[in-house]
């Protein structure tokens, strides 16, 4: 009976020592792999870091650039309407002066003797601001142009606040205004029926 007990006892003995032993292997891995895992979490987050820092820096960068961009274009912006104001100043004076014909006559000729290429139902407002603008300048831009100051002749803009009035209506609105005036023109223009119609 004692022999079966201390048998029991040693074999309880050798299960606990190997449980033992086991658990120290299991605790010594978990050690390796938690130690391991925490390099590894380290380089993560020192690698996340150095991406947010490098995506920060880009976006600081181009947040900066915006600014300048912005102020630029709004410098671009007051210049443009000055120098608009002062060819609507010139263009509002010579439709008004009995020398309306000879001046416009004289732009026309000026501009053809540089190359520039103008059509026969070129407006006045046109002719000034490709006068101004030049030949490099697009049709379309010298179009538009032209509209706003063809937009503030019709809404009786005084010369000197032409800019503020400009700056207020938005170019934008100022020449879609202006289109559908000439689309309006247009149409009435095609109703009317020629006399040796009727």
């Not at 600081?60 to 274009?73: C, D, F, P, S, V």
């Not at 014909?101 to 190359?115: G, N």
């Not at 026969?120 to 509209?147: E, M, P, Q, W």
């Not at 803009?157 to 289109?179: C, H, P, Y």
């Given at each position: 009976m004692?022999?079966?007990?201390?048998k029991?006892s040693?074999?309880?003995?050798?299960k606990?020592?190997?449980?033992?032993t086991a658990i120290?292997?299991v605790?010594?891995?978990?050690i390796?792999?938690?130690?391991d895992?925490?390099?590894k979490l380290a380089?993560f987050?020192e690698?996340?870091?150095?991406?947010?820092?490098?995506i920060r820096?880009?976006?600081?960068?181009l947040?900066k650039?915006?600014?300048g961009?912005?102020?630029?274009n709004?410098?671009?912006?007051q210049f443009?309407?000055?120098?608009?104001q002062e060819?609507?100043a010139?263009y509002?004076?010579?439709?008004?002066?009995?020398?309306?014909?000879?001046f416009?006559?004289e732009?026309?000729?000026e501009?053809?003797?540089?190359?520039i290429k103008i059509q026969s139902n070129?407006?006045d407002?046109?002719?000034i601001?490709r006068?101004?603008?030049g030949?490099?300048v697009?049709t379309?831009?010298?179009h538009?142009y032209?509209r706003?100051l063809?937009g503030?002749?019709y809404?009786?803009?005084?010369s000197?606040?032409?800019?503020?009035?400009?700056q207020?209506?938005?170019m934008?609105?100022?020449i879609?205004?202006?289109?559908e005036?000439?689309?309006?023109?247009?149409?009435?223009?095609?109703?009317?029926i020629?006399?040796f119609?009727t």
């Amino acid at each position: 009976m004692s022999t079966a007990k201390a048998k029991t006892s040693k074999q309880v003995k050798r299960k606990k020592t190997a449980k033992s032993t086991a658990i120290a292997v299991v605790k010594r891995n978990q050690i390796v792999l938690k130690q391991d895992y925490e390099a590894k979490l380290a380089e993560f987050n020192e690698r996340q870091g150095e991406i947010e820092k490098t995506i920060r820096n880009w976006g600081q960068r181009l947040a900066k650039t915006q600014k300048g961009m912005m102020k630029l274009n709004e410098a671009y912006r007051q210049f443009l309407y000055k120098l608009l104001q002062e060819a609507y100043a010139v263009y509002k004076e010579a439709r008004s002066s009995e020398l309306a014909d000879d001046f416009f006559a004289e732009l026309r000729y000026e501009l053809k003797s540089k190359d520039i290429k103008i059509q026969s139902n070129t407006t006045d407002a046109a002719l000034i601001i490709r006068f101004v603008c030049g030949a490099d300048v697009a049709t379309k831009t010298v179009h538009d142009y032209s509209r706003v100051l063809m937009g503030a002749e019709y809404s009786n803009v005084k010369s000197d606040g032409f800019a503020e009035w400009l700056q207020q209506q938005t170019m934008t609105k100022v020449i879609q205004n202006q289109r559908e005036i000439e689309n309006q023109t247009e149409t009435r223009t095609d109703r009317v029926i020629p006399p040796f119609l009727t």
